[in-house]
């Protein structure tokens, strides 16, 4: 089993939308959340970082931590055409060592 | 500010030969870098961690002796390919943490594609 498992989409939403991107993972240990976004031949770039469980907002993005089910979001509201890129979680015990999913692939369709 | 980078963004090379490839932290010191290998449609996969001054940590699985990390300055790390196979093809992206920083806040570079033919 992965440590972390990713839908790989691809997914397609109009502009304006909300989009819902998700990950699992397997290990409890865990406590550092990050969704990285990575444009076409371009390295991630971070956009949310969440310790432990709970919500974080930024602008549009939301994160939000479950713990007790091993499962975090990332939602995008009013989704634009500049937000069409692959979106990685990641995640790490001690805040060093990541451990990546294997990106969504997100499209906003003008 | 906290700009990354990588050179060359694209490199293509004969089987048997050795290619190496820099990151630079532009505008901070780094004191840990991370070396990480993305093949298509796959996650980010750490190869290496390496801190300035002391020989890099390898992730198990990876052969030392083929992906020879140098961490010589705050700055400047490089990963050398030696005798690259075509199945060493693949993105090849390296990340720093800042001096200081938060642990968790890992700044990504480009990325280098390697083609070995």
């Known amino acids: 089993q992965k440590e972390v498992e990713q839908d790989p989409g691809p997914l397609s939403v109009p502009e304006g939308a909300i989009v819902s991107l998700n990950c699992t993972y397997s290990n409890s240990a865990f406590q550092y959340f990050m969704w990285y976004r990575q444009y076409s031949r371009k390295g991630p770039e971070l956009l949310m970082y969440?310790?432990?469980?709970g919500n974080k907002e930024d602008g549009r993005f939301t994160a939000q931590v479950d713990k007790s089910s091993k499962y975090i979001s990332l939602f995008i509201r009013d989704s634009q055409p500049s937000d069409s890129a692959t979106y990685l979680c990641?995640?790490?015990?001690?805040?060093?060592?990541?451990?990546f999913g294997t990106g969504t692939s997100l499209t906003v369709i003008p | 500010g906290a700009v990354v980078s990588q050179h060359p963004s694209w490199v293509i090379c004969k089987s048997g030969t050795s290619v190496k490839i820099e990151c630079r932290s532009l505008d901070f010191q780094a004191t840990t870098m991370f070396w990480y290998r993305q093949f298509p449609k796959q996650s980010l996969m750490l190869m290496a961690t390496s801190n300035e001054g002391s020989k890099a940590t390898y992730e198990q699985g990876v052969e030392k002796d083929k992906f020879l990390i140098n961490h010589a300055s705050l700055t400047l790390s490089t990963l050398t390919v030696t005798s690259a196979h075509p199945e060493d093809s693949s993105f090849y992206i390296c990340s720093a943490g800042a001096a200081g920083g938060l642990s968790y806040e890992q700044y990504f570079g480009p990325g280098t594609r390697l083609t070995v033919t």
């Open positions: 990641a995640m790490s015990v001690s805040g060093n060592q990541f451990y």
């Open positions: 969440t310790y432990s469980s």
